[in-house]
């Protein structure tokens, strides 16, 4: 069941506050820095070009991936929404780029080829509610990289869910539309959930209100770390996504960059 459907069409207007920018100028640091990925487009040879691509796993309405594309990055965007990717498609037809969408869960990624990097933000990795499935996602994510290549991602913290967000509520009012912002967390399973009620105005003044229910899993730094490393990645940095330092104990989002394990 696609969990984006009616919130699809509002996404980008709650999500205004979003520093995309600011992300996309930090991965792009990180894969001059650590990876084999590079904006120069280079069409010499398939391995060449393979080693160009950048994948967006759970990308969404697109955002980053036009971004990137900016960047002179080759991007496919991968998510499980169609609803969300009808949104990234308008994007694209308007913007004039090239990045290919596929609709897949990650827990089941086919590519075509290797690529350089692969990218996941916005913790689509929290969506991700049991350790086996996420483990099978980072098995994936090792497979389908290019040697050398890495994998960026956030995720949020079972801190951030336990101790800023959890039972709270959250609402706001943007005018032709609102929304209210339920939390619950269940700490021992270490779930929480959003019940999310928004309400749009329609033509002729009339608000639609529609509900949908999301679940995210908090996970720790030693239960991500231990992940990587059993689906043969490398964890070669990891920051406070809010501060760019080092993690701690109350780090809410946590980036993490990890290369691929396979050799030339």
């Not at 692969?118 to 994936?140: G, K």
Request: aromatic share 12%; proline share 1%; charged share 30%.
């Amino acid at each position: 069941m696609d969990i984006y459907q009616d919130f699809a069409g509002v996404y980008d207007r709650f999500m205004d506050e979003v520093p995309y920018e600011h992300w996309g100028e930090r991965i792009d640091r990180l894969i001059q820095k650590y990876g084999v990925s590079k904006p120069e487009r280079d069409t010499e040879g398939l391995l060449e070009s393979e080693r160009n691509l950048v994948v967006d796993l759970g990308c969404g309405t697109g955002t980053l991936a036009e971004l990137m594309y900016a960047k002179g990055y080759d991007m496919i965007g991968v998510d499980a929404s169609e609803c969300m990717l009808n949104v990234a498609m308008e994007k694209k037809e308007k913007s004039g780029s090239e990045i290919l969408y596929l609709q897949q869960d990650m827990r089941e990624l086919e590519l075509y080829s290797t690529v350089g990097t692969i990218i996941s933000v916005c913790d689509a990795i929290n969506y991700i509610l049991d350790e086996e499935e996420l483990l099978t996602v980072f098995s994936l994510v090792n497979n389908y990289l290019f040697p050398g290549g890495v994998f960026i991602f956030d995720f949020n913290t079972d801190y951030k869910y336990r101790e800023v967000i959890g039972d709270a509520t959250i609402a706001e009012n943007r005018g032709d539309c609102s929304f209210i912002w339920d939390n619950f967390y269940d700490a021992e399973e270490g779930i929480n959930e959003y019940d999310l009620t928004v309400f749009v105005r329609e033509e002729g003044g009339l608000f639609r209100k529609f509900e949908e229910t999301h679940y995210q899993r908090g996970y720790s730094l030693e239960q991500i770390l231990r992940l990587t490393k059993q689906a043969g990645l490398a964890v070669v940095e990891a920051m406070d996504a809010d501060t760019g330092e080092a993690v701690t104990e109350k780090s809410e989002r946590i980036y993490l960059v990890a290369k691929c394990g396979k050799k030339f």
